[in-house]
């Protein structure tokens, strides 16, 4: 009988630093992307780009351009 495990959860072994860094880059982060890069099979960088998403203006809140005369 075989058995999956979470890919983040390595059983019986010692957490990789690259991971726990992974950890703590997608910790609170809303909305955003974290890559791991790989090189020779290892992990060499590790980025995390954050986006801030504002709420769209409602079409009556935008100020109306005058058509010039």
Known sequence: MSTSTNALELPN???PEWLEIVRRKVE???YGIV???VHDNHVTQIEK???TRLDSPKL???P???ANS
Do not use: N, P, S
Request: hydrophobic share 35%; glycine share 6%; no cysteine.
């Open 13 to 15: 072994t010692v957490t």
């Open 28 to 30: 609170g982060l809303h």
């Open 35 to 37: 890559q791991i890069v």
């Open 49 to 51: 780009t954050e986006k």
């Open 60 to 62: 009556d809140a935008m």
């Open 64 to 66: 109306r351009r005058r």
